[in-house]
C-alpha cells in the first residue's frame, strides 16, 4: 500500500531509473538539432527561414505522431510505446548516414522527422508512465524530477554540436561558395556534413542500448494488465476528447504548451545567430553562449524541483514566465553582450514550465484520458515548428535582435497559465490535491 510520503512505488523504481535515461536522450537530440539551422543554412547556402524547416521537419513529427503513440499506449502499454518510440529514433538516427553521402537537404530533413517521430512516440509514452509510478499528490514533482535529467542532456548536446559539427563549418561564406568550383564546393559540403552525422548515427547506439535495457526489465504487472486493455472505438475516443476539450485546466495548458514550445526552440535556435551579430563572434565561439544556457537550464531544474517543495507550481510559472519575457524584450532592445547574456538567463526560466504545465494539465484525469491527453500536450511541440520560421523570416528582414520580440510575446500565454491555475484554485473551482479521479491509482 503506498504512503503519500512514497515518491515512486518501489516495484517501479527500475522502470523510472531507464526512463530517466529516456529524458536524457531526447535532451541531447534537441539541442544537437538547434544549431543545424545555423549550419544548414551556411552548408547549403539558404535564407534562415529555408533553414529553419529543420525545426519544421522535426517538430512536426511531434505534431503527427503523437495520437498514434497514445492508441500504441492505449491497446498495448506503456513500455510498448517506450521501445516503438525508441526504436524509430534508431533507425531515424542510422538516416543521416546516408543523408551525408547523398549531400542533399531533403534527405536530412527525412531523416530528422523519422528521428523526432521515433522521439514523439517516446516522450508521449515516458510523462504519463512517470506520473503513474507514484501518488499523484506528488505527480508534478515526480515528473519535474524526471525531466530534471533531461538538461542533462541538452549540454550533452550543446557540447557535441560545438566540439564535433560547428569547428568543422568552412569560414566560407554564401558568396565565396558561390565563387567556387564545383568540385571544390562539394569537397567544402561533404566535411561539413560528414561532421553533421557522426554524432547522431553514433548517438544510435546509445538508443540502442537503452532500447535493450528496457526491452529486458521486467515490469509491474499492473503495467502488464494494462496491455491488455481494448482500443477504444470511435464514439469512445470523441467522448474522450470531448471530455478533455472541456476541462479548461488541460483546454489552456495545450495552448500555453505551444506557446512554450514556440518560446524554447526559438531561444536556443536563434542564441547563435544573436550572439554572432551582437558580439562579432564565431559560430564556434557563439556556441558557447548556447552551452552557457544549457548549464544554467540544468543547473535551475533542479533548483526549481527543490523549490516546488515550499512554492506551489504555479507561482513559480507566474514568476518565471513574467520574468523570461522582460528578459527576451531587454535582449531585443538591447544588442551587445548584455543581450546575449540576458538570453542565457532565459534558459533559466525555461528550467520548470514544460513538467510543470504539463502536470498541471492532466492532473484529475483518469487513466485512459491521461493517455489521449499527453498526445494532445506532446502535439503542442507543433509551436516548435512554426514559430522558428516566424522568427527566421523576422532575422532575415530585421535581425537577429529584433526578432527576439517574437520569443517574448510567446511568454506571455505561459505566465497567464499559471495566473489561471492559481485563481481557479483559491477559488475552490480545481483542487491539485484532492481530485476525484486519479490519474492512476496507488499499487
Not at 198 to 213: K, N
Request: aromatic content about 12%; charged content about 10%; proline content about 4%.
Amino acid at each position: 500500500m503506498s504512503t503519500r510520503r512514497e515518491f515512486v512505488h518501489r516495484d517501479k523504481l527500475l522502470p523510472f531509473i531507464l526512463l530517466v535515461c529516456c529524458f536524457a536522450a531526447w535532451g541531447v537530440v534537441g539541442t544537437m538539432t538547434d544549431p543545424l539551422v545555423q549550419v544548414f543554412s551556411t552548408v547549403f547556402s539558404m535564407s534562415t527561414l529555408q533553414a529553419s524547416l529543420v525545426q519544421f521537419a522535426y517538430y512536426g513529427a511531434y505534431f503527427l505522431l503523437a495520437i498514434p503513440a497514445a492508441l500504441i499506449n492505449q491497446r498495448y502499454s506503456y513500455k510498448t510505446g517506450v521501445l516503438v518510440g525508441l526504436g524509430l529514433a534508431i533507425c531515424g538516427a542510422l538516416l543521416f548516414y546516408p543523408a551525408s553521402l547523398a549531400m542533399t537537404y531533403g534527405l536530412f530533413l527525412l531523416a530528422l522527422f523519422t528521428l523526432a517521430g521515433g522521439l514523439a512516440i517516446l516522450e508521449t509514452s515516458a510523462n504519463p508512465f512517470v506520473i503513474s509510478m507514484g501518488p499523484e499528490g506528488n505527480a508534478t514533482r515526480r515528473l519535474n524530477l524526471a525531466q530534471s535529467f533531461n538538461p542533462v542532456g541538452t549540454n550533452i548536446g550543446v557540447l557535441l554540436a560545438a566540439t564535433l559539427i560547428l569547428p568543422n563549418l568552412n569560414s566560407a561564406t554564401a558568396v565565396d561558395r558561390a565563387t567556387m568550383s564545383q568540385a571544390d564546393l562539394l569537397a567544402i559540403r561533404s566535411t561539413e556534413l560528414q561532421a553533421v552525422m557522426l554524432p547522431y548515427v553514433g548517438f544510435a547506439f546509445v538508443l540502442l542500448a537503452i532500447w535493450i535495457g528496457i526491452a529486458l526489465t521486467r515490469m509491474p504487472a499492473q503495467e502488464k494488465a494494462k496491455a491488455k486493455e481494448a482500443q477504444p472505438g470511435n464514439g469512445e475516443f470523441a467522448a474522450i476528447c470531448g471530455r478533455l476539450f472541456h476541462n479548461a485546466h488541460y483546454r489552456w495548458g495545450v495552448v500555453a504548451l505551444f506557446f512554450y514550445m514556440a518560446a524554447q526552440t526559438c531561444t536556443w535556435t536563434f542564441t547563435i545567430q544573436y550572439a554572432q551579430q551582437a558580439t562579432g563572434a564565431t559560430p564556434a565561439a557563439a556556441g558557447m553562449y548556447l552551452q552557457y544556457s544549457m548549464i544554467v537550464f540544468l543547473v535551475a531544474r533542479f533548483v526549481a524541483t527543490w523549490a516546488m517543495g515550499y512554492i506551489r507550481p504555479s507561482m513559480l510559472l507566474v514568476l518565471l514566465g513574467s520574468a523570461a519575457t522582460g528578459l527576451t524584450f531587454y535582449a531585443a532592445l538591447n544588442p551587445d553582450l548584455s543581450g546575449v547574456w540576458a538570453l542565457v538567463a532565459v534558459s533559466a526560466c525555461l528550467s520548470l514550465m514544460f513538467p510543470t504545465i504539463y502536470g498541471i494539465a492532466l492532473m484529475g484525469l483518469d487513466e485512459t484520458e491521461a493517455k489521449f491527453g499527453s498526445a494532445g500536450l506532446v502535439m503542442t511541440l507543433l509551436g516548435g515548428a512554426l514559430t522558428p520560421m516566424v522568427q527566421g523570416a523576422a532575422i532575415d528582414a530585421f535581425g537577429a535582435a529584433t526578432s527576439f520580440v517574437v520569443t517574448g510575446a510567446c511568454f506571455l500565454p505561459v505566465a497567464a497559465y499559471g495566473l489561471f491555475h492559481l485563481s481557479t484554485s483559491k477559488a475552490g473551482l480545481f483542487d491539485f490535491r484532492s481530485t476525484a479521479r486519479k490519474v492512476a491509482k496507488p499499487a
